[in-house]
């Protein structure tokens, strides 16, 4: 069974960092693109950033420059380290990853407030 465990969120002031975590179980993490997506409060859910099995990453225009995402598959676990954060990045974040169906984590909230 697969699941997916999100951690790392908080509350950080402006301007600040955090790294998110995810934490894959199940076989397969590793042939498999994985993905960071956002739900502020109110709004859709977005995409953040993904990577590739190869590691090729590419990330929303609003996070270019500040984020980065990586993946460690000897760990099964996939990162986001965010700097030079803004209220707007205020969200739940959420780790995705499709092997032959979609597979969500239950979310870490980041809080970017003074």
């Known amino acids: 069974q697969v699941q997916l465990v999100e951690s790392g969120g908080g509350l950080v002031q402006p301007g600040g960092s955090l790294r998110l975590s995810c934490v894959a179980s199940g076989s397969g993490f590793s042939i498999f693109p994985v993905a960071w997506y956002r739900q502020a409060p109110g709004k859709q859910r977005e995409l953040v950033a993904t990577?590739?099995?190869?590691?090729?990453?590419n990330y929303a225009d609003s996070v270019k420059g500040r984020f980065t995402i990586s993946r460690d598959n000897a760990r099964n676990t996939v990162y986001l380290q965010m700097s030079g954060l803004q209220p707007e990045d205020t969200a739940v974040y959420y780790c995705?990853?499709?092997?032959?169906?979609?597979?969500w984590g239950q979310g870490t909230q980041v809080i970017v407030s003074s």
């Open positions: 990577i590739t099995v190869a590691k090729i990453t």
């Open positions: 995705n990853q499709y092997r032959g169906r979609e597979y």
